[in-house]
């Protein structure tokens, strides 16, 4: 099994930045993929940004390139998401997800098995 803990939600005016991160415990080292998803109300969950956990591999949501960056830290088994420029519409809930194979390629919330809690990410107009 994998533990997956997010912090680092909170409230930023638009065109503003947050940092994300997420703490994987457990079994890491059969991680591949961690990526970041979200949800906003009344929509479905959708892909954020993904990152293979050898060799750092990137793939991210058209909706969000050039604005937010997925990173790793393999010392600390922690995934991160830089969020700048934000938008209202990036509100949403923020979940780290972890999937043990695979690439970045994989970009639905069905393909990964190992979600942590949320963490909400308000911006405000």
């Known amino acids: 099994q994998v533990q997956l803990v997010e912090s680092g939600g909170g409230l930023v005016q638009a065109g503003g930045s947050l940092g994300l991160s997420c703490a994987a415990s457990?079994?890491?080292?059969?991680?591949?993929?961690m990526a970041w998803f979200r949800q906003a109300p009344r929509k479905e969950r959708e892909f954020v940004a993904a990152?293979?956990?050898?060799?750092?591999?990137?793939n991210y949501a058209d909706s969000v390139k050039g604005r937010f960056t997925i990173s790793r830290d393999d010392a600390k088994n922690t995934v991160y998401l830089q969020m700048n420029s934000l938008k209202p519409e990036d509100t949403a809930v923020y979940y780290c997800a972890a999937r043990r194979f695979g690439t970045v390629v994989y970009t639905t919330s069905q393909e990964y098995p190992y979600w942590g809690q949320g963490t909400q990410v308000t911006v405000s107009s």
């Open positions: 990152i293979s956990w050898t060799g750092g591999t990137t």
């Open positions: 457990g079994r890491t080292f059969s991680v591949a993929i």
